[in-house]
């Protein structure tokens, strides 16, 4: 009898033990779902990639919604059960649709080797025809994520996919490598300046090239049960960013914090038209993209600009007019994928910008209804072609056309009497461009530049918190120019694209120059809304690099920002030039050089000319109501 105890006591100890390392959510899923983990999809070239397939119990075909990563999906970290995947696929099971995930190639269990949006755009092809075949698919699949699950997503539909019905794409940004004005090369890159984003992610996700595999021969079942112990996760120590990206040459900037050896030491190499940019997972604006899709942007994050411009793009140059009216675009005032994380009183960085909730879920499953299960649903009937939010009045607003309809450019000149240096410089924003030029000057020193405070930004750490930050104790440096406008009798609404073309000599061969665009307060309070620059080695074009002459006057076109900001009656704009934000850029180090392999730079004067022979101007979209 005791014996038998003893064995009712161990078998319920090890019940206990199992349910503790189960979630609840597993279970749930379990219920509903048939669980098909680390299935190795092959690909045209023999090589497989690790995929978790969870569908509906039962013989009905069903629609896929496919998501493709380089992150971690595995169910199990350092010896724990991990949800989020879990609770995707259940979202998705529960309504009637297969959740498929997989791994990018050389990334975790996958085999092959990684390289950022460098992998052939043929293994998204190869996984939407091995989908479709499959006994329990419909033949239509759906593509959903953000950021880097998302940034694949344009190269691949490009390829015209018949299986491909839908596309969810979120922060999209470093999947654009040109689109019109923007030649970024997936974030990389903008105005020819590096963002220093991709140092930071790079470290932490970048694959050493002595990293540990799995052999070729190695079986599902085993990679089922090797999953529980072995994530293929790599425990990158923590970096103090904010010291960190100041190690200069920049190419050694990962070497320095004893970091993998991978991809970035060739990238950083790289010049904006590099034919490697156009070889890899990048999308360009000659290729063709006629899927219908759902594009979701944030005014905070890295890429706003160049993501709406490929939904214009898109809309603009689709096959036929049905391809064309299945675009639709939300624009939330968030950081980069932090959609669901408005509040009721949503604060992105220290400015409230008020309720921005939207419920993302009944939007995207309303769409992939719609478009992957042919429901005749209200969708198109309860949602506009363009979806924004305006800042300042804090409130959601709609349009056909982004910018909307009736927005008129505006052009407010620089203007001062040769002293705009900080806010309490006599730099103003006028109606007309000042007849006599009386240039403003500031010297630009790289092993001092103007540190980023807030700003559009993503992926760099502990170095810069994205949002909107009072810049007012910022232009109090000499080396940042303040152009205000009158106290507003009334508001305004800027919204659209934000273009900005400056007058500007210096006493280097190259240099750079940034931009911001300000709501300031009533009290004085100067909130950030987009910032720009310009690197005036290629303000000539991307495609050859073009040096300055000591003390000439060059007109400098600078990639344009973007926003939705109300200037209620009180407010001014106010516009800040520069030539370093850092390290949300790069520094440029002044001598003309390749700058990535630069350890010292050199101190230039560099000048902002306005009058009417140098017509300085930021053109802003104004909304007359």
């Known amino acids: 009898m005791r014996k038998l ?3 009712v006591v161990c078998v319920m100890l ?53 998501s493709k990563t380089p992150y971690q999906f595995n169910t ?23 959740y498929v995930v997989q791994n990018e190639r050389g990334r975790y269990f996958s085999e092959g080797e990684w390289d950022i949006l460098g992998a052939p755009i043929t293994d998204g092809y190869d996984a939407f025809t091995w989908m479709a075949a ?27 996919h018949p299986a491909l019905a839908a596309m969810v794409a979120q922060g999209y940004g470093a999947g654009i490598g040109r689109v019109g004005k923007f030649m970024e090369q997936g974030n990389w890159y903008r105005g020819g300046a590096g963002q220093m984003l991709f140092t930071a992610w790079l470290y932490g996700t970048q694959n050493d090239k002595f990293k540990p595999t799995f052999p070729k021969t190695v079986q599902q079942k085993d990679l089922q049960r090797l999953q529980r112990f072995y994530d293929m996760s790599t425990e990158m120590p923590r970096v103090d960013w904010s010291v960190g990206l100041r190690h200069l040459p920049i190419q050694d900037i990962i070497k320095n914090v004893k970091g993998q050896e991978g ?28 899927v219908p899709a759902y594009w979701f942007v944030s005014w905070y994050d890295v890429s706003s600009a160049p993501n709406i411009a490929l939904f214009n793009h898109v809309r603009n140059n689709a096959k036929d007019k049905a391809t064309a009216d299945n675009q639709y675009l939300v624009i939330a005032p968030v950081l980069h994928c932090s959609y669901k994380r408005a509040t009721e009183n949503t604060i992105v960085g220290e400015r409230s910008v008020g309720d921005a909730r939207l419920n993302y879920d009944e939007l995207t499953w309303g769409w992939f209804d719609l478009l992957l299960k042919g429901e005749q649903n209200d969708f198109k009937q309860k949602n506009p072609r363009v979806r924004y939010y305006t800042m300042g009045s804090n409130k959601w607003q709609q349009s056909e056309t982004f910018p909307p309809a009736g927005a008129e450019m505006q052009s407010f000149y620089l203007s001062s009497a040769g002293k705009a ?12 461009p000042p007849k006599e030029n009386k240039p403003d000057a500031f010297q630009y020193d790289p092993m001092n530049p103007v540190p980023s405070y807030g700003g559009n930004v993503c992926c760099t750490g502990n170095a810069v918190q994205g949002g909107s930050f009072d810049q007012s104790t910022m232009e109090l440096r000499e080396d940042i120019l303040v152009y205000t406008s009158d106290v507003l009798k009334e508001g305004v609404e800027v919204t659209g694209f934000i273009e900005s073309t400056l007058y500007v000599s210096s006493s280097g061969p190259d240099t750079d120059i940034t931009l911001k665009l300000i709501d300031v307060h009533p009290d004085g309070k100067a909130y950030n809304l987009d910032e720009t620059i310009q690197r005036l080695r290629y303000r000539e074009g991307y ?5 300055m002459e000591k003390g000439k006057v060059y007109k400098v076109d600078l990639t344009p920002m973007v926003t939705s900001n109300y200037f209620a009656p009180g407010h001014r704009i106010r516009i800040e030039v520069s030539s370093s934000n850092f390290p949300r850029f790069d520094r440029n180090m002044n001598t003309g050089g390749n700058n990535y392999d630069e350890a010292t730079g050199i101190k230039v004067e560099n000048k902002i000319h306005h009058s009417t022979q140098y017509p300085s101007v930021i053109k802003l979209p104004m909304i007359k109501k």
Request: glycine residues 8%.
């Open 5 to 7: 105890l003893n064995l």
């Open 134 to 160: 499959q006994s329990w698919s419909n033949g239509k699949i759906g593509v959903i994520g953000c950021s880097s699950t998302a940034e694949w997503q344009m190269a691949v539909a490009s390829q015209n």
């Open 543 to 547: 495609d050859k690099e073009v040096f």
């Open 263 to 290: 991809v970035y030491e060739d990238m950083i190499r790289r010049k904006p038209n590099d034919p490697k940019w156009f070889k890899g997972g990048l999308y360009h604006d000659n290729m063709p993209l006629n």
């Open 76 to 98: 199990w970290v350092d010896g724990k059960m991990t949800t989020r995947t879990l609770e995707e696929a259940y979202n998705a099971v529960s309504r009637g649709y297969a």
């Open 421 to 432: 240096n900080t806010r309490n410089g006599d730099g103003q924003l006028t109606a007309t």
């Open 14 to 66: 090890t019940y206990a033990l199992s349910a503790q390392d189960t979630a609840a959510i597993y279970l749930k899923l379990q219920e509903i779902a048939i669980i098909d983990q680390k299935v190795m999809m092959p690909m045209r070239d023999g090589i497989r990639l690790a995929t978790d397939i969870y569908r509906p119990k039962g013989d009905q075909k069903v629609p896929i919604v496919f």
